[in-house]
């Protein structure tokens, strides 16, 4: 692929704006409208806990000119002005790796447009994180599934409880999702599916020693199967598989995979994330047969906005000359967010 020369495409513009990451883009066919969904973050810039992580919106033309419009459905720090469509319930991390799906097969216009994003809930009192879900009938205006999470997950943290009913006080036996949630419809399945981050246990033993990915599919996007190990770092891997954004085109699944330059405990390496081209026949078999060269490869220019790590998107927007990438990036795995430039290209 050919970087935009207009790149990044849509920057860092307002105060809620502090780091740029995932994104998701729609393009519809009769009026050309792009829609975009990307998370923004502040952190402890915000006053209100739930604005710390939110979901923002963006509209183009021609998928290349953006604009941010003024929705007035959430403030931040007072200002009314602003474009985020989703905030979190202020837990410890909120509204991480939101992902966006048209679904025209659904009859009930209210859930046209789905969300699943991971976030933290109040449950009994603790905070449990998992996966969470969203609809809307316009993309602007969301309504959260009264139940959450649906799948609890793991943050990877390792004083953090055992959060599976399996359990007695024993690490969960199956692998969890994560905070990184890539959505997309199979059309061979007929059904929803999500691949996400997990994290695999160290040959000693230890937990949360490297990033994974895992599967999981739901027919009405409420009640999710338990999800599958499908993808693990192997002897070829510099490190960590972070994540993997999946798309279905002439039969075959395609995954952009996130290819995390980490150790394991030691967390050596670059902390650079390029992303490297896998594909499979059923979405659930990878054959990871271009390794050895990243298909969307990081700059190595600090200067860049996209030096260090992407955070692919699993929805290609195909034109009758090309198909277009979106991606959010950041110059580095541990940039300064506050003064080094993020986006989304």
Not at 139 to 163: F, M, N
Not at 189 to 205: L, N
Request: with cysteine; hydrophobic share 35%.
């Amino acid at each position: 692929p050919k970087r935009h020369a207009a790149n990044p495409m849509i920057g860092e513009t307002k105060p809620w704006e502090v780091a740029i990451g995932y994104c998701t883009v729609y393009r519809d066919i009769r009026t050309g409208l792009h829609q975009c969904w990307y998370q923004s973050y502040s952190g402890n810039h915000a006053n209100d806990p739930t604005r710390r992580v939110v979901v923002c919106y963006a509209t183009s033309n021609d998928g290349v000119v953006w604009e941010k419009p003024n929705l007035g459905l959430f403030d931040y720090n007072g200002d009314n002005n602003t474009n985020i469509v989703l905030v979190g319930n202020g837990g410890r991390s909120v509204n991480y790796g939101a992902s966006v799906l048209v679904d025209h097969r659904d009859s009930d216009r209210e859930k046209r447009y789905k969300m699943a994003y991971w976030d933290f809930v109040n449950v009994a009192g603790r905070q449990v994180p998992g996966l969470c879900v969203a609809f809307s009938r316009d993309g602007i205006h969301w309504v959260k599934h009264s139940k959450a999470p649906l799948l609890q997950g793991a943050y990877g943290d390792p004083t953090q409880p055992p959060l599976s009913a399996e359990s007695q006080g024993e690490p969960p036996t199956r692998p969890a999702i994560s905070d990184v949630i890539d959505l997309m419809w199979d059309p061979r399945r007929d059904c929803f599916v999500i691949y996400s981050k997990t994290w695999i246990d160290a040959p000693d033993g230890r937990r949360f020693w490297k990033r994974a990915i895992i599967r999981t599919e739901s027919k009405d996007f409420v009640h999710w199967s338990m999800p599958q190990l499908i993808i693990v770092p192997d002897d070829g891997d510099l490190g960590q598989i972070h994540g993997a954004s999946v798309f279905y085109i002439h039969g075959v699944y395609l995954a952009t995979l996130q290819r995390l330059d980490f150790g394991g405990f030691d967390r050596g390496g670059t902390g650079n994330m390029p992303a490297e081209l896998a594909l499979s026949r059923d979405g659930i078999h990878w054959h990871r047969s271009f390794q050895d060269e990243m298909f969307l490869p990081v700059t190595g220019d600090g200067e860049t906005f996209d030096a260090g790590c992407l955070w692919t998107s699993s929805t290609p927007i195909h034109l009758p000359e090309e198909i277009r990438f979106y991606y959010g990036a950041y110059p580095g795995w541990n940039s300064d967010l506050e003064n080094d430039s993020t986006g989304i290209g």
